[in-house]
């Protein structure tokens, strides 16, 4: 299973960025989708996690600001960020699982798309 992660970039805070991750199977086939951030000197933070039957959580320092979602027709993972901050600077990382939670573990990684938030 591959993971490829899109829409990374440079832009000024108070900007937006919608990232997405194309999975070569199916979105159905994973219990749990989401994304991870990691910036640098830091450990890698889980942002928000979406399971098979649409239930969202995100990560509070995000709550309000991010939005993950599944587009099954396109069969493509989502993550819509808004009102970007300095801090949320960061290599973001598609993540999957077909049975278990994230906090148990992660089966497959994206190589990663990288956000920075600058003026």
């Known amino acids: 299973v591959q993971l490829v992660e899109s829409g990374g970039g440079l832009v000024q805070p108070g900007g937006s960025l919608r990232l997405s991750c194309a999975p070569s199977g199916k979105l159905d086939s994973f219990d749990y989708m989401g994304w991870f951030r990691q910036a640098p000197g830091k450990e890698r933070e889980n942002v928000a996690v979406?399971?098979?039957?649409?239930?969202?959580t995100h990560t509070d320092s995000v709550a309000g600001r991010f939005t993950i979602s599944q587009d099954k027709p396109k069969n493509t993972l989502h993550l819509q960020m808004n009102s970007l901050k300095p801090e949320d600077t960061a290599m973001y990382y598609c993540?999957?699982?077909?049975?278990?939670?994230?906090?148990?573990?992660?089966?497959?990684w994206g190589k990663g798309t990288l956000v920075t938030i600058s003026s």
């Open positions: 979406i399971d098979s039957v649409g239930r969202a």
């Open positions: 993540a999957a699982s077909l049975v278990r939670p994230f906090y148990v573990g992660v089966d497959y």
